[in-house]
């Protein structure tokens, strides 16, 4: 078992940043990939970032290329996704998840095996 837990979250202007923060534990050597999806009201879950753990690769949604910056300090089982540049567009709840088996693509939700809380993430002015 993996537990996430999110922070960070809040509310920010347009063009502010914010970084939110994921923390594992528990069985955290098994996990092989981590990523950051978002979900909007009224609409699905959407991947946003993803980084895997051995080589260290990342991969980010277009919507968020450039702008968004997924990172992971394994000493400290944290995974981090600094957002600059925010539109109001990127307005949601934004989970955490491992993936503790497989190479998979990291894009899809149904790869991801643990998922945190969430956390609001509300740019508006």
């Known amino acids: 078992q993996v537990q996430l837990v999110e922070s960070g979250g809040g509310l920010v202007q347009p063009g502010g940043s914010l970084t939110l923060s994921c923390v594992a534990s528990g069985g955290v050597f098994s996990v092989v990939a981590m990523g950051w999806h978002r979900q909007a009201p009224g609409k699905e879950r959407e991947f946003v970032a993803g980084i895997r753990r051995s080589a260290g690769s990342t991969y980010y949604a277009d919507s968020v290329k450039g702008r968004f910056t997924i990172s992971r300090d394994n000493e400290k089982n944290t995974e981090y996704l600094q957002m600059n540049d925010l539109k109001p567009e990127d307005t949601a709840v934004y989970y955490c998840?491992?993936?503790?088996?497989?190479?998979?693509?990291?894009?899809?939700?149904?790869?991801?095996?643990?998922w945190g809380q969430g956390a609001q993430v509300t740019v508006s002015s």
């Open positions: 998840a491992a993936i503790t088996s497989g190479k998979g693509s990291l894009f899809y939700a149904h790869e991801y095996d643990y």
